[in-house]
């Protein structure tokens, strides 16, 4: 019986639980009266939590440090007025497509997308340049080229040149600790706000090589809780070796994986080798093969688990077993280890009970008796068996020539070492153990855009509807690259032209596999539903400043252009769908939800998702547009403050609303 508990809870520690739970970068160590150590809160970064302006706090304590951090933290929580304005012009489906193509510095985008994408990721991969001291400079959202690099450090000689030493910056960047410090605070604020975006079973993978991966680590941590840590795993992308300066042949990078809290791996396929050892076959027609049931390797005796040892008793004449001594079961047995020692069995003795269908014994060459279970190919949830993935990745498909080659496949004479495409198999790996059918994956660092391939190829291969998101910095090409003389003046130019590309030859891949199935058959119908949910379009979005202008004139100073800003808050040069993505996102309205466009009484209005949101831009709008709307009952409606012909249509709109669709919701901008 449970005693009663003579005292009331420990409150502290109760709420430093909860604390803890909702901010694990705030638990630290620290030393208790009698020498030991406890958990305790970190009441400085608690603070900066929760404000946006700067705390100082000197305490020592046991964490990540380094000079810049409560910067970092700072920017992560302040907010910006941007928006995100579409592109139809460098989009593929535009109208249809559930994926995104997200253009601009990545810490706006993780901050725009943070109401309507909270807890919604499933699976994160990211592969942020290396620090390798040339891949990266840091200026707070920016990775700086070279160039802007030589004119900040403002060398310039007598005739206004920049001199730059190369050596010299590489030594200094790579050898100054203000090297990692800087890569650690691009990186904070990013997984802090990232980390918000994952669904609580989501999970984040991290590529990483040696230069800063007891960093990210110790970052991951912070960010993810030490609880979160799911595995440090080698990649090997050259198994040859590099013929690097360094102390040996580099052969892997890593990625660092961490859950937000409960993630499940699926695991992989099994292989073909592995199917293979399931070689008996029941009456059913069901594969399967024999398990010994004494559990070998660690905790295996006895001694370690009394209650999993206790005899089985067998029948001799067919090796059926019982957990009762009958007179046809007749001989027990033991779980004993080849050394004579005790050994103990895997299962409780409850469950033998249940499943002791699929146990026999069968008499070893010394005539004693063990005993097995059967381990069916066929699962009942999961279809065909899978197996773990291994702590270490090895193998042809994830190789970095594999990742250039395929670029180079789709978009010939891009250089592989500028911009370091990953190996589409990594990705798929990755997507097959992390992802569901239905699952948003995003990339923030997407570069090639190797995760949206994957994605739409996994789709392709198991007629999954996989979303992807991907962000990406329009980082000039190099002048003198092949890539920029083929005309693709940005990393995103290349981004975008490979997700267009892939997904024409993987269309083309499914519909040369539809044409070799036979007609009828269910391969034919499997294949015409994956071509037909195949989602290869993509909506380019570009971060750019508000749409809406900040007037902050006093009345003496106002212009005549001024003056028409104050009746009307809009920018100029921004279009209704500029303003229908600004709406969606203070809405937090999926980004990715289909849009029409029809005209009622002579206005423009987008419907989205059908009618979860009517929207119209338009000026003029008249009594008799607002009630052909109303009529549609839409989820929201959103016009411009400045849109109705008269005073008399904005006082009057709620009524009408009211009247004939009483549960929209409406809103002016
Ligand atoms: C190592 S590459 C990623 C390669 C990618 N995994 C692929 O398969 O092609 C890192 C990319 O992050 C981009 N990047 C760096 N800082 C960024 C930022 N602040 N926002 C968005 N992208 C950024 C760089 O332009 C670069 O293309």
Redesign the pocket.
């Known amino acids: 019986m449970d005693k009663l508990k003579l005292h009331t809870p420990d409150f502290a520690e109760a709420n430093a639980a909860k604390l803890a739970d909702l901010f694990p970068s705030c638990v630290t160590e620290t030393q208790a009266a009698d020498g030991s150590i406890k958990r305790a809160i970190d009441f400085d970064l608690l603070r900066q939590e929760l404000s946006s302006d700067l705390v100082e706090g000197p305490q020592e304590r046991y964490r990540l440090d380094w000079p810049g951090k409560r910067e970092a933290l700072a920017l992560a929580n302040a907010p910006v007025a941007k928006t995100l304005r579409p592109c139809k012009e460098e989009s593929v489906d535009f109208e249809t497509t559930r994926n995104l193509y997200i253009e ?4 706006d ?1 993780l901050k725009l997308l943070q109401e309507t994408y909270l807890n919604q990721v499933k699976m994160i ?6 620090n390798t001291g040339k ?2 400079i840091y200026d707070d ?3 700086m080229s070279r160039e802007e690099y030589e004119e900040r450090a403002g060398e310039v000689d007598e005739t206004g040149n920049a001199m730059f030493d190369e050596e010299k910056w590489q030594q200094n960047s790579s050898a100054s600790g203000r090297f990692h410090s800087e890569w650690l605070s ?1 990186l904070y604020p ?1 997984l802090k706000l990232s980390k918000n975006l994952l669904k609580g079973d989501g999970v984040i993978f991290i ?1 990483v090589d040696d230069n800063e991966v007891a960093n990210l680590k110790r970052l991951c941590d912070e960010v993810f809780g030490g609880g979160g840590f799911l595995g440090l795993v080698p990649v090997v992308n050259n198994a040859k070796g590099r013929n690097d300066k360094g102390f040996q042949a580099q052969t892997h990078e890593y990625m660092v994986v961490y859950q937000k809290s409960d993630f499940t791996s699926r695991g992989v396929a099994m292989s073909d080798e592995k199917k293979s050892e399931y070689d008996c076959v029941d009456e059913d027609g069901n594969k399967f093969q024999w398990r010994d049931l004494r559990k070998r390797g660690g905790a295996d005796t006895r001694r370690e688990r009394p209650n999993l040892y206790y005899p089985i008793y067998v029948n001799p004449e067919n090796g059926s077993v019982s957990l009762r001594s009958t007179i046809e079961h007749s001989v027990a047995t033991y779980p004993v280890k080849s050394d004579g020692e005790d050994g103990r069995w895997r299962w409780k003795k409850e469950t033998a009970e249940d499943r002791i269908d699929l146990l026999l014994a069968r008499q070893k060459r010394d005539s004693s008796w063990g005993v097995s279970y059967k381990v069916f190919l066929g699962d009942d949830f999961l279809g065909e068996r899978r197996e773990k993935t291994k702590s270490a990745w090895v193998g042809k498909e994830f190789s970095t020539d594999s ?1 250039t080659k395929t ?1 180079n496949s789709l978009i010939p004479k891009v250089d592989g070492k500028q ?4 190996p589409v198999g990594q ?1 798929l790996r990755i997507c097959e153990i992390a992802t569901d059918e239905s699952d948003l994956i995003l ?9 949206a391939h994957a994605v739409m190829q996994m789709n392709a291969e198991d007629g999954g509807n996989r979303r992807h998101i991907l ?3 329009p ?1 000039p090409c190099d002048p003198k690259s092949q890539a920029f003389k083929s005309g693709y003046q940005s ?1 995103t130019d290349i ?1 975008k032209e490979r997700v267009r590309r892939a997904g024409v030859a993987i269309r083309k891949d499914l519909e040369a596999k539809l044409a070799k199935a036979k007609p009828g058959s269910d391969d034919h119908g499997a294949i015409e539903r994956r071509l037909d949910s195949l989602d290869t379009g993509f909506r380019v979005l570009k971060i750019d400043s508000s749409n809406m202008a900040e007037v902050y004139y006093q009345p003496d100073q106002l212009t005549q252009d001024a003056l028409a800003l104050q009746v009307d808050n809009v920018k100029k040069g921004r279009k209704p769908e500029d303003l229908l993505f600004q709406v969606l996102l203070n809405w937090g309205v999926d980004l990715g939800l289909p849009i029409t466009e029809e005209t009622i009484e002579g206005k423009k209005v987008f419907f989205v998702d059908d009618n979860a949101l009517a929207a119209c831009f338009d000026t003029g709008l008249t009594e008799g547009f607002c009630k052909a709307l109303a009529k549609r009952e839409p989820l929201r409606a959103v016009f411009r403050d400045a849109g109705y012909a008269s005073d008399a249509t904005k006082i009057n709109i709620e009524q009408i609303f009211k009247t004939l669709s009483p549960h929209t919701e409406l809103k002016t901008l």
């Open positions: 601009g510095d990545n810490l985008a991969y990211i592969d942020p340049p290396y891949d990266f959202n920016f990775s691009m990013r590529s990742g670029l911009f370091t495409p990953k990705l990339d923030f660092f997407s570069g090639t855009a190797t995760t962000v990406q910095l980082e990393i981004g």
